[in-house]
């Protein structure tokens, strides 16, 4: 059912695309990494963690050289993301390019002890290397009261017969 969203449709461009994009990401830095073949079909899809938004709203990820997601992205660079915020009923979709990188400068900011757990020699590990996913398009929908006061407005509107609209969504030009 799609109710009419005139009032809860906001489409956010450029500096609000970016702020959107790393607010959320900065809550909920998980997503599902998704790849595409080189036919344009659908590729593959693997949790990853963002590690940063920079401030032209490029999305930052640590990966090995030997990856299949490093060979895919070498082939065909554009990638999607899709996230969720657990516990709030929110989600973000981005299109975009993946370039695969090394850049020890960017690297050292962005590194944590944890990623030893994948890379053993640390950052000089030479599997290790960045992905820079710079957004081309996206799309957000959120609650405004989170996803407990969401249901109890859903449930209220169906005992009532009226839609009580509780989301914003729009697109996010970068």
Not at 58 to 80: G, H, R
Not at 108 to 113: A, Y
Not at 134 to 155: C, E, F, I, N, Q
């Amino acid at each position: 059912m799609d109710t009419n969203n005139e009032n809860h449709h906001q489409d956010l461009i450029g500096e609000d695309a970016v702020k959107k994009i790393h607010d959320f990401v900065d809550g909920t830095p998980g997503c599902f990494f998704c790849t595409s073949d080189v036919a344009g079909g659908p590729g593959d899809a693997r949790p990853m963690t963002a590690l940063q938004v920079d401030a032209q709203g490029n999305l930052w990820f640590v990966s090995a050289s030997d990856s299949l997601k490093n060979l895919e992205l070498a082939a065909e660079p554009s990638a999607t993301l899709y996230f969720q915020a657990s516990g709030r009923a929110e989600f973000m979709h981005l299109e975009g390019i993946a370039t695969v990188l090394r850049d020890p400068v960017k690297l050292k900011e962005l590194w944590s002890f944890t990623m030893k757990t994948w890379f053993a020699g640390g950052e000089d590990d030479p599997r290790v290397t960045l992905i820079k996913f710079a957004p081309t398009y996206g799309y957000y929908w959120d609650t405004k009261h989170g996803r407990a006061v969401a249901s109890v407005r859903m449930l209220i509107g169906a005992v009532i017969g009226k839609a009580l609209v509780d989301t914003v969504e729009g697109r996010l030009d970068v």
